[in-house]
């Protein structure tokens, strides 16, 4: 299974983006899909997820009510929208899915599959 992550680039604030993670090969293992990301000299963290059954969604505390993530299944894409960016949004943004149930949604350890990462930039 590979995944590939896109949509990232340099706007800013306020403005939003795009993220998009298009899954390819053994996809049916998927259950659920995670965004992480890390900024310059800090630690990955989790930023939302989805179940791509239920469609139960989490987000970090720090993005909710401005990021809003979905799946396409037809398409098997997790987009992560994001809106009104602020400054300390900047980071490389990570997808990552795993195929097995998790007691918890935000730990990195968790994930089987990672994509490259596309850096977002927020900056006037």
């Known amino acids: 299974l590979q995944l590939q992550a896109s949509g990232g680039g340099l706007v800013q604030p306020g403005g939003s983006l795009r993220l998009s993670c298009a899954a390819s090969?053994?996809?049916?293992?998927?259950?659920?899909v995670g965004w992480f990301r890390q900024a310059p000299g800090k630690e990955r963290e989790a930023v939302s997820y989805?179940?791509?059954?239920?469609?139960?969604?989490n987000y970090a505390d720090s993005v909710k009510g401005r990021f809003t993530i979905s799946s396409d299944d037809a398409q098997k894409i997790v987009y992560l929208q994001m809106n009104n960016l602020k400054p300390e949004d900047t980071a490389l943004y990570y997808c990552?899915?795993?195929?097995?149930?998790?007691?918890?949604?935000?730990?990195?350890?968790?994930?089987?599959?990672w994509g490259q990462g596309t850096l977002v930039t927020v900056s006037s």
């Open positions: 990552a899915s795993r195929g097995t149930y998790q007691p918890t949604w935000d730990e990195w350890e968790n994930y089987d599959y």
């Open positions: 090969g053994r996809t049916i293992e998927n259950i659920a």
């Open positions: 989805i179940s791509l059954f239920s469609k139960l969604t």
